[in-house]
């Protein structure tokens, strides 16, 4: 059974309205043992001081209930970063914060560096550039949303040289792929796909993953983190947890 869910949203992302407590007790019943708390951030419309002030008073409710239910379940500090290659001095800041890991997204038809939408070769190709410079830039612990430009066109159109830069860039800058469930013609499937996390695990000498369902309601918890488990250890993948900005595999 998946021990770790490191990607959950709390009532402090504008999207979720669940409490911390609740996000405890929901967890703590289905048996996981760490959940990530990855509350949005979006620099591109929120002030830095803001953003700030609300994961202060985040990170010390989640440091209360960790002293509550120490020995039953853990909550993992973190925060999902829009293009955060473009807010180098801003998440300097915010690594001053007492963040387990951090998690970068390229968000690309709404986010501060819009994917231009035309063929889907072009810009697939120049969805990769970006996702290539989140890595090259090293601000974040965490590379979500590998492949979701998939999902706008329901084909593959990336090629294989793209593919490899972006592998090449993660083995040498030790960042994490998060594995997550999406949910495409009623089936729920995950990404990155199958083929480019085998790819990931041949590149890579040290293949990091975590485990991540994005959930913003306790009814979007999805079935089938114990499927994507499965499927990293058919590929040899070890998914992992981070405490203080350290991995470990669990």
């Known amino acids: 059974m998946i021990k770790a869910d490191m990607h959950v949203h709390s ?116 969805y990769y550039q970006k996702i290539l410079k989140m890595i090259e830039a090293g601000n974040v612990d965490v590379i979500r949303h590998l492949d979701l430009i998939d999902a706008y066109f329901g084909k593959d159109y990336s090629a294989l040289k793209q593919i490899s830069e972006v592998m090449h860039a993660l083995n040498d800058s030790h960042q994490s792929l998060e594995i997550s469930p999406f949910i495409r013609k009623k089936t729920i499937e995950f990404y990155p796909s199958i083929q480019k996390l085998c790819f990931y695990r041949l590149k890579c000498e040290d293949a990091r993953v975590i485990i991540g369902s994005d959930t913003h309601r306790p009814e979007e918890l999805p079935k089938n983190l114990d499927d994507i488990e499965y499927a990293c250890t058919e590929i040899g993948l070890v998914p992992g947890i981070y405490q203080k900005r350290k991995f470990e595999r669990i």
């Open 11 to 126: 009532k402090y992302s504008h999207e979720s309205n669940m409490e911390l407590e609740q996000i405890t007790e929901l967890f703590l019943e289905k048996g996981i043992h760490y959940v990530g708390i990855a509350d949005s951030v979006d620099l591109e419309r929120e002030n830095i001081e803001d953003v700030i002030e609300r994961f202060q008073i985040r990170n010390a409710k989640i440091d209360q209930l960790n002293e509550k239910y120490e020995g039953k379940i853990t909550l993992l500090k973190s925060a999902e970063i829009g293009e955060p290659y473009l807010y180098q001095e801003e998440i300097k800041r915010l690594d001053e914060l007492d963040f387990d890991y951090t998690v970068g997204v390229i968000r690309p038809f709404s986010g501060g560096d819009k994917v231009k939408l035309t063929t889907g070769e072009r810009t697939t190709k120049e």
